[in-house]
């Protein structure tokens, strides 16, 4: 096997990891400029700096200047081009375009595109989220050129050789029977086809066996042409440039891109949930369910209330409440969790645990008397005030890196947050009152969430 096969083979398979992994933000496998931050005084910075709007060719970006260290950092999003915005005979494809994009462009071949990008310090990305479809480019200060050369190649010349094509098809299928073979991948696809169903985020983002077999070059291209364009970008850019060479940098970027998006929003999905409980048969040493309910979007008036009652409950790790009773107290599972999902069109409650099949209905009848009782009785104070402390606490934390301020502020955008965001952000937090909580821990924990679980063999209503 040649050089380029072993690099193609292990590129395809980190993409394919990636969006199957759906919500875990990119930058978290990433390198040399985190080692330059790693005591650099955006450790503890909060900002006080203001972020600023700027505009070039119709396209508008969030800008936060920091000259500490030469690093430039861009972080881009395509809204409504992710999986969900697939054709329903075309499910894959995202999967493979953020693989392919990678796979020679330009001057390069994917081995040369590789060679030059550590070179000279540049590291380029794309990966397909389910509402979304997203990239980033970080670059020493001294490098500008060659990293605007290489991720405007990815844009405008991607190869898309038939060759790599077939082998990142064979890799996605691959990648699809071994999801397929393992209790949470069958989960999470019964999860998605029950709670949603319907729906478009009722597919897998990786497609389906006979779906990724049908996907062609002409597919990549023209789903770039319709989906990849000026009019639906986001760009956040952080670090060592100024409001008017940033300006450049998004012309030299994002100029060549079609000037128009036509594609149609999808439909809005809210869950009706009743407590509902829906078991797949499966013999495993461990039972896994995921449950859920109607959360919040991200930009609402409930949206800290409720961010900080499920904080105190199941978000905060071994230190959350359900977590204390069920793990710790009870030694029934190794974790159990809750998290708010803020879909584009789907704003949810969910959570998730495993355990021993014979312990799984007992977690289960706990989890739901400490879910009825936050909604019934709510929060104390003490509680609160140390959700607080630890959310404000921990929000420093996102400004040790150029590449995760640069998607901040793409995010800031997204969920319409407001410019003084990193500002206000604390004050959001601080400003919530235990009234606000409970209220939304009454209305949020008030009904039950639905279950899909593997592997309780205890229950007389299993699916296949």
């Known amino acids: 096997m040649n050089k380029c096969v072993k690099y193609a083979l292990f590129l395809v398979a980190v993409c394919v990891f990636v969006a199957a992994a759906l919500g875990v933000y990119r930058h978290a496998d990433r390198i040399d400029a985190d080692k330059i931050l790693a005591h650099s005084v955006l450790k503890d910075k909060t900002f006080a700096s203001k972020v600023q709007e700027i505009e070039a060719d119709g396209m508008k970006a969030y800008l ?3 000259h500490s260290n030469p ?3 861009v972080s881009f999003m395509f809204a409504n081009a992710g999986s969900a915005y697939e054709a329903e005979d075309k499910q894959g494809l995202t999967t493979l375009l ?3 994009l990678l796979n020679g462009a330009g001057d390069y071949d994917a081995l040369q595109f590789k060679d030059i990008s550590e070179e000279y310090g540049v ?6 989220g389910v509402d979304d479809f997203g990239g980033f480019m970080e670059t020493p200060t001294a490098a500008k050129d060659m990293a605007i050369k290489l991720l405007t190649s990815t844009l405008y010349k991607p190869y898309f050789t038939y060759d790599y094509i077939a082998l990142t098809k064979n890799q996605m299928q691959t990648a699809l029977r071994n999801h397929k073979e393992k209790p949470n991948g069958i989960l999470a696809d019964k999860y998605a086809e029950i709670i949603f169903a319907g729906h478009p985020y009722a597919r897998p983002a990786i497609g389906t066996a006979e779906t990724i077999e049908s996907l062609t070059r002409g597919d990549l291209m023209r789903f770039m042409h319709e989906h990849l364009t000026k009019q639906n970008i986001i760009i956040g850019i952080a670090g060592d440039i100024n409001a008017a060479d940033a300006e450049q940098l998004i012309r030299d970027l994002f100029g060549a891109l079609p000037d128009d998006f036509a594609v149609a929003r999808i439909d809005e999905f809210v869950p009706e949930t009743s407590g509902a409980e829906h078991d797949i048969a499966h013999n495993s040493p461990q039972a896994i369910t995921h449950f859920v309910t109607k959360g919040t979007h991200r ?8 961010y900080l ?9 071994l230190n959350s409440r359900i977590s204390k009773v069920v793990r710790e107290k ?3 599972t190794y974790g159990i969790y809750t998290y708010l999902t803020s879909k584009e069109t789907a704003a949810l409650l969910s959570g998730g645990y495993s355990s021993t099949p014979e312990n799984f209905n007992k977690a289960k009848d706990i989890l739901l008397q400490e879910w009825q009782k936050l909604g019934a009785a709510g929060v104390t104070a003490q509680e609160l005030q140390q959700a607080k402390d630890s959310m404000i606490a921990a929000h420093n ?10 998607e901040m502020l793409v995010a800031m955008q997204q969920y319409q947050l407001g410019i003084d965001f990193l500002e206000k952000r604390n004050d959001y937090v601080r400003a919530v009152t235990l009234e606000q909580v409970n209220a939304a821990a009454k209305e949020y924990f008030g009904g039950l969430p639905d279950f899909v679980t593997i592997g309780n063999l205890s229950s007389d209503k299993e699916e296949n």
């Open 330 to 332: 009870e030694g029934l």
């Open 397 to 406: 934390l996102r400004f040790a890196s150029i590449g995760g301020i640069a």
């Open 71 to 73: 690093i430039i950092a």
């Open 64 to 66: 936060l200047e920091e």
């Open 98 to 100: 953020s693989a392919m």
């Open 123 to 128: 590291r380029i990305g794309f990966e397909n």
């Open 299 to 306: 930009n609402s008036d409930d949206f800290y209330p409720l």
């Open 309 to 317: 009652a499920n904080y105190i409950f199941g978000g905060s790790g």
